[in-house]
């Protein structure tokens, strides 16, 4: 599992991996990271369905419970066919985006 910080944002992502370890690798690693945005950069999954993403669901609640972003980065599923509170963007750009303007949100609490 690679993880690039940047700022208060750690960008993780693995390649060469199911789906099911690497979210085993996430959970494992989560203590480390859950004071920081997250995003989870879903490339080497280029198979990913709707179904996979909620597999996220759990971890994406708690960490935004926690007042941080949580960000799935895919280009194969749409935002359309996944629910509210999961958030998913095509481009880590948008990514970073989708997480500067939650925190202005939170500053300014919204």
């Known amino acids: 599992m690679i993880f690039d910080k940047e700022g208060t ?3 993780v992502f693995q390649e060469k991996t199911s789906l099911f370890t690497f979210m085993d ?5 989560y203590p ?3 004071h920081d ?4 950069n879903l490339f080497s999954f280029s198979a990913l369905k709707s179904g996979d993403v909620l597999e996220f669901l759990e ?3 708690t ?4 007042g941080k972003s949580f960000v799935l980065v ?4 749409s935002y359309d066919d996944v629910p509210d509170e999961i958030s998913v963007v095509p481009t880590v750009q948008e990514a970073k985006d989708l997480i500067e ?3 202005i949100e939170r500053d300014l609490d919204l």
Request: charged share 20%.
């Open 9 to 11: 944002t750690t960008i």
């Open 25 to 29: 690798n996430l959970n494992k690693a």
């Open 32 to 34: 480390k990271i859950k």
């Open 37 to 40: 945005n997250i995003i989870v």
């Open 59 to 61: 971890i994406s609640n």
């Open 63 to 66: 960490h935004k419970g926690a």
């Open 74 to 77: 895919t280009n194969t599923v």
């Open 101 to 103: 303007m939650e925190e």
